[in-house]
């Protein structure tokens, strides 16, 4: 949901305090984040959970839940934002960085109830436009994946089709089906 119709520089919009939930601003517009209801927030949580779990160890990626990422003319909060381990950005103790300004290699968004799916589709292209290799629209109601990618057709994915994203994390094994099972307790 766009909250100003008024233009706005990038550096005007990064002098606004933050709030909760937290605005974005991406293609010129600055919008306020949906507060993740149920079915939202445990697939964001599981699936971060489940990419940390299988790229961690070996010190392939990393994923983020909620990160602002200040890139490509504008500073969007994906849902998870996934960095290969060596493009993570470090403080001068050696600890993450606070800060990041280079497009996450995957951003996913969550459609919420409330959200528009043309709006969330739209930031999924602006995510790949401006340097992210992976973009995942996740669509509870319907149990699929939009699948964007620089210079690719969009995909939707349901049921056993796998979630390829082996362009950043190879060999990561994940079906339509495995990412709804998430939604049930057990």
């Given at each position: ?14 002098r606004?305090?933050?709030e909760?939930?937290?605005l ?11 507060s993740?209801q ?10 971060a ?18 990160l602002?990422?200040?890139f ?14 060596d493009?993570i ?6 600890a ?14 969550i459609?919420?109830p409330?959200?528009?799916l ?7 292209r ?6 992210a290799?992976?973009a ?9 994946v939009r699948?964007?990618r620089?210079d ?17 994390l190879?060999?990561?094994e994940?079906?339509?089906?495995d990412?709804f ?6």
């Amino acid at each position: 949901m766009t909250i100003t119709e008024r233009r706005m520089t990038l550096e005007e919009f990064l002098r606004l305090a933050e709030e909760e939930p937290p605005l974005e601003y991406w293609d010129g517009k600055v919008t306020r984040k949906v507060s993740p209801q149920g079915k939202h927030g445990r697939l964001e949580t599981k699936f971060a959970e489940r990419v940390n779990r299988f790229a961690e160890p070996p010190r392939l990626a990393m994923a983020i839940t909620e990160l602002r990422a200040t890139f490509g003319g504008g500073s969007p909060v994906p849902d998870v934002a996934i960095y290969r381990w060596d493009r993570i950005p470090l403080d001068p103790d050696g600890a993450i960085a606070d800060v990041f300004v280079e497009a996450p290699d995957i951003a996913v968004e969550i459609l919420s109830p409330d959200q528009s799916l043309k709006e969330q589709i739209a930031k999924c292209r602006w995510f790949v436009d401006h340097g992210a290799q992976i973009a995942l629209l996740f669509h509870p109601r319907e149990r699929s994946v939009r699948l964007f990618r620089p210079d690719a057709e969009l995909r939707v994915l349901r049921g056993a089709d796998r979630i390829d994203l082996d362009a950043v994390l190879p060999g990561f094994e994940l079906t339509v089906n495995d990412l709804f099972a998430m939604l049930y307790p057990g």
